[in-house]
């Protein structure tokens, strides 16, 4: 599944939202300085890769799809691509921040907190943030919510604070913290169901529940007016790997 988005990198790169920079000046105030070299887990096409490299600190970005790497590449030439898993990836010298962007649970459950543990420099800091893409309109959610239960039953839905009860109960970090941040943006029909198209329960889907849910989403978006407006909920977790910094 992490090499599926490759087959719609570029509509990705177009209709998901970026991140807040309140997630870059968080990053900083818990750090207490900015960071002297950066590694990005599951870059993808850089959604976060952009908001990081505003850190000023040099950048590695691991993305194991070619497709997204290579657009990542692309748009951030100052930053450094390596083409491989997380699981793969051996640092040529431990960062002070590993950084991961709605891509944490891509990474093996039983060893990517002490993995990164171990790749950090000491006193070094994990920052995973991550988005949730909820309705405003309580009516309209639950509108969307029917249709693609019905379509399929047995679509995964994380807990919000999933993150942080990961990164604590793998008890290696301290000084874990959650932030919350919040936007609304409004979505055209052919936007949100673009967007649709880059989330993976429905890429997992066959063509025709692929076509199916389009279909009933693009109706529902009539109905709605032919627009949406998100409650854009976006996770910031930071744990900090005990020592003194070098």
């Known amino acids: 599944m992490t090499l599926v ?3 719609v990198a570029s509509i990705y790169d177009d209709v998901r939202p970026g991140y807040p920079d309140e997630v870059r000046q ?3 105030a818990y750090a207490g300085k ?3 070299a950066i590694v990005e887990l599951g870059a993808g096409t850089g959604k976060a ?3 990081l490299l505003r850190l000023g600190a040099p950048l590695t970005a691991v993305e194991p799809d070619p497709r997204m790497a290579d657009l990542l590449r692309g748009k951030f030439p100052q930053a450094t691509v ?5 699981e793969q990836w051996v640092p040529a010298e431990p960062p002070d921040l590993i950084a991961c962007a709605t891509a944490w649970h891509w990474m093996d459950a039983e060893t990517r907190n002490h993995r990164a543990f171990d790749r950090l420099a ?3 800091a994990l920052a995973i ?3 949730r893409y909820n309705v405003l309109d309580p009516a309209q959610s639950d509108a969307i919510d029917e249709l693609l239960t019905r379509i399929d039953p047995d679509v995964p839905d994380k807990d919000e604070h999933w993150v942080l009860d990961d990164v604590t109960a793998a008890g290696i970090w301290s000084d874990v913290r959650e932030w919350r941040f919040h936007a609304h943006p409004v979505f055209g029909k052919e936007r949100y169901l673009a967007l649709m198209q880059t989330f993976s329960p429905f890429r997992r889907h066959s063509a025709e529940l692929r076509k199916r849910t389009l279909d009933g989403l693009g109706a529902l978006l009539d109905d709605f007016g032919g627009e949406i407006t998100l409650e854009l909920r976006t996770t910031l977790v930071l744990g900090r790997k005990p020592g ?3």
């Open 34 to 36: 900015p960071p002297r």
């Open 244 to 246: 003194a910094p070098d």
């Open 129 to 131: 943030f991550y988005h």
């Open 49 to 51: 890769t952009e908001l």
């Open 5 to 7: 988005f490759g087959e």
């Open 122 to 124: 000491p006193g070094g």
């Open 26 to 28: 968080a990053i900083i």
């Open 82 to 86: 390596e083409e491989t898993t997380f």
